[in-house]
């Protein structure tokens, strides 16, 4: 058996032995990691076939929007070097702030499979308001767990199986991935990254 198919099949168990507070859990950790990727997505799409998706989406997200605060902790901590060091580049990230806000920055990110841990760090590196960050993270992370939760609770009967739904929502994320990093790559060769935003 592959060891993807050993990971599904033990967040099943482990979400059938801890019902909504295992998937909270799994996705605490998830989140909690910036190093190590835990596909704590794969919990919240089983969980999604087993349990009520309206609470699974819900626990997942609260757990995961927790988990980032990692990230947020490591920026504050990290502050004096991460600035001397990049300092061009926080320049660049605080423009893209100001001229879109960092809020709806941090829901984008936290909503999608884009790199929010760079976000959680850049906001503690700024010392953007913990509570302001901590509420966009919930919201972004309630919005993409609640699609994950739905996708697996639709995904058995819908695709004649998991495997399919899964598939589909990976490549939907892929192609948001893409097609924001293609987005960010060419409006920083076009030099609107660097100006401030009036």
């Known amino acids: 058996m592959d060891p993807f198919t050993q990971f599904v099949l033990w967040t099943q168990a482990f979400t059938l032995e801890w019902g909504y507070l295992g998937v909270f859990l799994v996705s605490l950790v998830g989140n909690a990691s910036i190093t190590l990727p835990v ?14 998706p309206w609470i699974v989406g819900l ?21 004096r070097v991460l600035k001397s060091r990049y300092e061009k580049e926080i320049r660049v990230a605080k423009n893209i ?9 941090i829901v984008l990110f936290a909503a999608t499979p884009l790199p929010d841990d760079i976000v959680g760090i850049l906001a503690g590196v700024i ?19 609640l699609g994950l939760a739905w996708a697996g609770f639709y995904g058995s ?17 892929s192609l948001m ?10 409006d920083w060769k076009r030099g609107r990254l660097l100006k401030p935003h009036k």
């Open 157 to 173: 009967w819908l695709l004649g199986g998991w495997s399919g739904v899964l598939i589909i929502v990976i490549a939907f994320f």
């Open 177 to 186: 991935v893409l097609y924001y990093t293609l987005k960010a790559i060419a």
């Open 39 to 52: 596909p704590s997505f794969l919990a919240v799409f089983t969980a999604g076939s087993l349990l009520n």
């Open 97 to 105: 702030m100001e001229r879109y806000g960092m809020f709806p920055i």
């Open 59 to 79: 626990a997942a997200g609260i757990g995961a929007a927790l988990g980032e605060l990692t990230g947020y902790v490591l920026g504050v901590g990290s502050r």
């Open 127 to 145: 010392r953007y308001d913990i509570r302001k960050f901590l509420m966009a993270a919930i919201i972004g992370k309630i919005i993409m767990n």
